[in-house]
């Protein structure tokens, strides 16, 4: 190559590489896993700068779903555990993976559909009903199947409605194996039903005809818990960071940057960490 | 086609405000497979090399091994990293998980055999005309691997540019290592994906025409430099 | 190095045999022609002869003493110009040799002076015409200071011209002091060239002969048949 033309490439190259180089850091920070509704609605983003603020750790969130963040927390890849499905959560706890679990905040599931509604379910208050229904119309309804808290609650949702869906379901039941957002992206193009939380459908964008036809039944309650990760069983783990940053999202100051956060004026999440047997 | 409209306006909104969050987004994608194909060919090119030039017991198989990784698909490359990176693996002490050193590690597996194949079939090539005259000048296996390799280097360059495109192009092995995280191993693919997923449409097609320009813009930097050589040096 | 011994020399490739015990001997002094018809073994005997063949049976044996100019080139029909240029290509092959950088360049600007191409020095060798570039491979032999020269069919695929000025700097090496050995279909130009003929037919050797004598009163029916254009040249 010619001489100048080849020092140029390089002075280009060598450019390149020192622009997109990191600044050293030295922050401190913790690795939370968490579920994809927590980083997808936004609520990371509003609550984490007011911690790292505060107590100057650094948070980072890998939000996959409550059964790969629990695997996670089994296999030591994260400090803190942070997902709504409480019964998983007790029996990480009870198999010696996690510390203690503690009551963060709630929201809640609603039930989409299309407008068009062939089920005829809108506007219900029981969502057993609801599933009743559509399970009798052979509606397509459209699931997550990927052992998130909102899969799991799901299941047990169809077990209290008398039907056990892994066994009955049939051609109208699309197990799609994804997670909230894709999932709601399916439902909207096949005009079906799923069960989703409100907060991940409030900053849902390509929402075609669906809607909430059911809410506001206290089955559809969703309880989120934060875990420390047993430091026992992984050394590395860092548990007075993890401590810090569980001890502040229960605190009342944590609590209130919850409730502080809304889309369009509405509040998503709703701090209860002093609620009993919550 | 409203959707389209709508992207295209909302990547040129991006690109003109240059937002932190987004040049972030873009530097560590830069950076990420920059340094990946690096490290790709600094072992690649020479072992292409070695394998055109060599004869040795079991150089076929090994070749079509080489040219079957070329295939590996990026989420099995992704999970396989993962298990080795992950506290409970074997790789476990160095804490590199959700770093991006663990996307650069699962990117340059990617393409590394990419690399290795492609640079042994343009060295092999070389290899069938040059041999006889370089054996004649006295030149052993390894200074005439070195003579090819600065022989076919404009070839080359198109292998090198080729294989940043396949892994700035990628998403299924660095979301799996690097965990997606805002601000840390966040970069143009998983960035679409999580919009995407989000049903950000727009924002997700915005960011996809970014990458598709810059992948654009590297294959016409590969056609420039290969038809220039060809035209001055032959 | 000279003489080269040649013992019941055989090559044999998948069961066919190409050369056929050839028993011959190579001294110093005439410029000695390769002659014979197609897929005599003229190519396959010179690559024996160099050694970039192994015989399958015999014995190829440089019995000469030493004396001080242990070397040996060869060009090829097709000249091989590495990607760089003229003065380069030349100065490869005097690393090879293991001549300091600074002598290198001296020489090679030397030696392309002698043979009138100074003016192309710097110029890419691969753009160069076919007969530029066949006379910088025998410059580039040249500056190795070899006592003996290979050159296989070195003007087939030149225009007269061109062959002219090959044949030209043949006989400005010949006058260097170094062994001509050449293979050719050109009857034309084994007169011209040579002083002793190998006449080669389906691997054996079949007569060998000074020039004259070779081609006024050939002792063989092949070589008679060859001379009288019966039998099929390249």
Known sequence: MEMSRKKLLSIALAALILAAAPVAQAQKFITVASTTSTEQSGLFKHILPIFQKKKGIEVRVVALGTGQSLDMGKRGDADVVFVHAKSAEEKFIAEGYGVKRLPVMYNDFVLIGPKSDPAKIAGGKDILAALRKIKAASAPFVSRGDRSGTHMAEIALWKHSGTDIEKEKGPWYRDTGQGMGPALNTASSMSGYLLADRGTWISFKNRGDLAILVEGDKRLFNQYGVILVNPVKHKHVKKDLGQVFINWIVSAEGQKAIAGFRIGGEQLFFPNANAKGA | ?234 | MLPLVLDQVSFAVNGRTLIDRVSMEIAEGPRTIILGPNGAGKSVLMRLCHGLLMPTAGTVEWRGARNGRERQAMVFQRPVMLRRSALANIAYGLKLAGISPREREMRARDVLEAVGLANIAGRPARVLSGGEQQRVALARAWALGPEVLFLDEPTANLDPGATRDVETLIGQIRAGGTKIVMTTHNLGQARRLGDEILFLSQGRLVERAPVEGFFTKPASAEAEAFIRGELPWK
């Not at chain 2, 002490?93 to 663990?102: S, Y």
């Open chain 2, 1 to 234: 086609m409203g959707e389209i409209l709508i992207a295209l306006g909302e990547a040129g909104r991006l690109i003109v405000g240059a937002e932190a969050a987004l040049v972030e987004i873009v530097l560590l994608s830069l950076r990420v497979s920059l340094t990946a194909v690096l490290i790709a060919c600094a072992f690649g090119l020479p072992l292409g090399a070695a394998i055109a030039v060599g004869r040795f017991w079991g150089r076929r198989p090994l070749i079509v091994i080489v040219n079957a990784l070329m295939g590996l698909p990026p989420v099995v490359v992704g999970l396989f990293v993962y298990l080795m990176l992950s506290r409970a693996g074997p790789l476990g002490q160095f804490g590199i998980l959700f770093t991006p050193a663990a996307m650069v590690i699962a990117q340059t597996i990617l393409i590394l055999p990419i690399v290795a194949a492609l640079s042994r079939q343009v060295i092999e090539d070389a290899w069938q005309e040059y041999r006889e005259q370089l054996r004649s000048l006295g030149a052993g296996a390894m200074t005439s691997a070195l003579t090819l390799l600065w022989d076919t280097r404009f070839s080359l360059v198109t292998i090198v540019l080729a294989g940043f495109g396949r892994a700035a192009a990628e998403v299924g092995a660095v979301i799996i290592v690097g965990g997606n995280i805002d601000g840390v191993t966040r970069v143009m693919t998983t960035a679409i994906a999580l919009e995407t997923s989000k049903g950000d449409l727009p924002l997700a097609l915005g960011l996809g025409i970014i990458l598709l320009t810059l992948i654009l813009a590297l294959n016409a930097a590969a056609y420039w430099v290969k038809e220039g050589a060809q035209r001055r040096y032959g």
